[in-house]
């Protein structure tokens, strides 16, 4: 991969700044992260309380890196002041790269993506962190749909090494390769996948969520599953725990994703226990209870 990001390197546009769209759990850590490794970035929301929790988050890791050592203090306000909130996209003109981190709904994607568009430079490269939405489809809605590809981070973003590069149908050698570099100078590990449902880590992840669902579908108990694989198994931890990790409503959502895509292989035969703590309600970490109870 090393190899690659820097021969993507060689075709690759200069990223001196950049934009992230979204400040909530995944926009805030990329906000951080570019900005952690050297590219100041506009961090833009539609609502403020969005935008300082962002940058309480960001100032939260940067001390962690202060009191590890890892980082001077005298270093830590002006990484701080290289993530610039805003609530207009004004201040995103200048950007030469931006992520789109809304919600997962295509329609809004659709509209913000539109906007960001027309705000930005015309050689400007605009991706998007979508875990589910095909990046071709997305593309449709824009004018330079060359300029445009996947960017798709993992949670939390500041400690996920990899980063899945999505080259969608019209997505040109230039936007892979700048974005390939700007995930590298980000201290991550790019990878270019193809536009499918699930990219590539879900399509691993899911079929093992899918055989955990069997499992207990079967009567295994969630909790002893957990403790096999992390404690015995020796992973950093069991699939239910996972779950709540991820989010029981994304990962509801994503199965959604996968069903209709591989319907042979990953089609819903029967009501699971995502399902089950789904519609109660029960969304994992994210508020407080989900197959584990966290408040
Ligand atoms: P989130 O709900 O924490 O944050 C979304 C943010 O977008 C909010 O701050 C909201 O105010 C803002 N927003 C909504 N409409 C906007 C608009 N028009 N303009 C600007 N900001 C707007 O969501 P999240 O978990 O950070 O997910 C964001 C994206 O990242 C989604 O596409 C999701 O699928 C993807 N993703 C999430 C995870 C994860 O584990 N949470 C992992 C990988 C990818």
Redesign the pocket.
């Known amino acids: 991969v090393k190899g690659k990001a820097k021969k993507a390197g060689k075709i690759a546009k200069k990223v001196e700044s950049g934009a992230v769209?979204?400040?909530?759990?995944?926009?805030g850590g990329i906000a951080y992260q570019s900005a952690r490794k050297g590219v100041p970035v506009v961090m833009?929301?539609?609502?403020q309380p969005?935008l300082e929790l962002g940058l309480n988050e960001a100032a939260k890791l940067l001390s962690k890196q202060v009191e590890r050592g890892r980082m001077k203090p005298s270093a830590m306000a002006g990484v701080l002041n290289s993530i610039v909130p805003s609530l207009d996209y004004e201040a995103i003109k200048h950007a030469d790269i931006a992520v789109e981190?809304?919600?997962?709904n295509e329609k809004?994607?659709g509209?913000?993506l539109a906007e960001v568009e027309q705000t930005m430079k015309e050689d400007a490269i605009l991706t998007?962190?979508?875990?589910?939405i095909s990046i071709t489809r997305l593309a449709e809605k824009l004018q330079r749909p060359e300029n445009f590809c996947g960017m798709?981070?993992?949670?939390p973003v500041h400690r996920m090494p990899l980063v899945e590069i999505i080259r969608g149908e019209k997505s040109s050698d230039e936007a892979i390769a700048t974005t390939v570099a700007y995930a590298a100078k980000m201290g991550k590990t790019p990878i270019v996948v193809n536009d499918c449902p699930g990219f590539f880590v879900n399509r691993v992840l899911f079929p093992y969520f899918f055989g955990f669902n069997m499992l207990l579908r079967d009567g295994a108990d969630f909790q002893q599953v957990d403790k096999i694989m992390s404690k015995q198994f020796g992973w950093p931890m069991g699939p239910a725990y996972l779950l709540d990790v991820?989010?029981i409503d994304?990962g509801h959502h994503a199965v959604e994703v996968m069903a209709e895509g591989f319907p042979t292989r990953m089609g819903k035969t029967f009501r699971s226990a995502l399902d089950v703590m789904f519609d109660a309600g029960r969304y994992g970490q994210k508020n407080g209870k989900g197959f584990f109870q966290y408040a």
């Open positions: 769209i979204g400040a909530g759990i995944m926009g833009k929301d539609i609502a969005a981190a809304v919600v997962e809004v994607k509209i913000v998007s962190n979508t875990s589910t798709h981070f993992f949670n991820v989010g994304t």
